[in-house]
């Protein structure tokens, strides 16, 4: 069974320029989430989706960042435009439906390296 | 809030030896999960381990345990008999239920392994 898929793994780009990042969850998984992590921390959630629905993007920058699944399978986590702030790895995970209040194992990407000169 | 803490920036042994990565963490929740996972230099974070807070027995596969610990609010990981392998970081991260399944991750801890 494949894992779950990002594009482009590593991505150098100018202050100030878009930059694109794709993910396909496990087949299945109605749950997805982008992470992203800075070097030395762990991965900090930026939004959930529940199938097509973002149900949790308190922690997404949306003055520059946005995000969509349209078809609640593969998503695209966008920023415009970049800061060098945002250097940081970019992950993606998904799960399998949640039942009850049981946590979901989360299975992870590679994740898309950034780093904005 | 919830919090985890991974007080061990990194940690070097020696092939063969035991070592333990602790994990403490903060939730006003009664209900609650944590994860041990692990992230080799490839960057992909790959799942040990979910514990939820009603079962404390340890666990042990293989060369892993783990001690649950709710008095001290502490999860902690054995690697016994460590390997060159084993060299990654290792994150523990707590689930509140009810939070959407959103994982709150620790700052890691670097292990390696040397020969």
């Known amino acids: 069974e494949a894992g779950v898929v990002q594009s482009p793994r590593y991505k150098i780009i100018e202050k100030k320029q878009p930059v694109a990042f794709w993910c396909n969850p496990i087949?299945?998984?109605?749950?997805l989430y982008w992470y992203r992590q800075n070097l030395g921390q762990g991965p900090e959630l930026l939004i959930r989706?529940?199938?097509?629905?973002?149900?949790?993007d308190s922690q997404l920058p949306k003055d520059r960042f946005s995000a969509e699944r349209l078809k609640g399978v593969d998503s695209t986590l966008k920023i415009q435009p970049a800061e060098l702030g945002d250097s940081a790895v970019y992950l993606c995970?998904?799960?399998?439906?949640?039942?009850?209040?049981?946590?979901?194992?989360?299975?992870f990407g590679p994740g898309t390296r950034l780093t904005v000169l | 809030a919830q919090k985890v803490t991974q007080a061990q920036t990194e940690i070097s042994v020696v092939e063969k030896e035991d070592v333990t990565l602790d994990c403490v963490y903060e939730?006003?929740?009664?209900?609650?999960?944590l994860f041990w996972y692990k992230q080799p230099p490839s960057g992909e974070l790959v799942f040990l381990i979910r514990?939820?807070?009603?079962?404390?027995q340890n666990e042990i596969s293989g060369r892993y345990s783990w001690n649950f610990q709710k008095s001290t609010s502490s999860f902690n990981f054995t690697i016994t008999a460590s390997q060159v392998v084993d060299s990654a970081v290792y994150f523990c991260?707590?689930?509140?239920?009810?939070?959407?399944?959103?994982?709150?991750f620790g700052t890691g801890t670097q292990l390696k392994v040397e020969l």
């Open positions: 991260a707590l689930s509140e239920t009810g939070g959407g399944n959103k994982l709150t």
């Open positions: 939730t006003r929740d009664t209900t609650y999960y």
């Open positions: 989706y529940e199938n097509e629905e973002a149900v949790d």
């Open positions: 514990r939820n807070s009603f079962d404390e």
């Open positions: 087949s299945g998984h109605n749950t």
């Open positions: 995970a998904s799960s399998p439906p949640i039942i009850g209040l049981a946590a979901a194992e989360q299975f």
